[in-house]
């Protein structure tokens, strides 16, 4: 199975951490937008006033990213540690000890 696309290293990794929240159809729409073909109100403003920040090369990759990211999520290619990591505590879900010993009995 596939991974997330890489990012371009000029990417601000805050931006790459929140993209991994978003849905494919979010992200579709942040891709239109950095192209043009989609409204400022469509889209998370920290992703607005991030890209205000940034060079027309970095909109690109951020906007290109955006549409890899979506496209692999859509097509199921990602790995699913995010589902890894919620269902593997069953640990933690033991009750605390009962004191015991020949103190308690």
């Known amino acids: 199975m596939a991974t997330?696309?890489?990012?371009?290293?000029?990417?601000?990794?805050?931006?790459v951490d929140r993209f991994e929240e978003h849905s494919v159809e979010?992200?579709?729409t942040i891709?239109?937008?950095v192209q043009g073909?989609?409204?400022?109100?469509?889209?998370p403003n920290y992703v607005v006033e991030a890209l205000t920040l940034q060079d027309d090369e970095t909109e690109r990759a951020i906007g290109s990213?955006?549409?890899d990211l979506a496209q692999a999520m859509e097509s199921g290619d990602l790995d699913d540690a995010q589902e890894e990591d919620a269902g593997g505590g069953d640990d933690d879900d033991d009750p605390p000890p009962v004191p015991g010993g020949g103190m308690f009995g």
């Not at 997330?4 to 931006?15: G, K, L, M, V």
């Open 31 to 33: 891709g239109d937008f």
């Open 37 to 43: 073909d989609a409204m400022p109100s469509d889209v």
């Open 4 to 15: 997330a696309p890489t990012p371009d290293e000029s990417i601000p990794e805050f931006i």
């Open 65 to 67: 990213y955006a549409m």
């Open 26 to 28: 979010t992200l579709r």
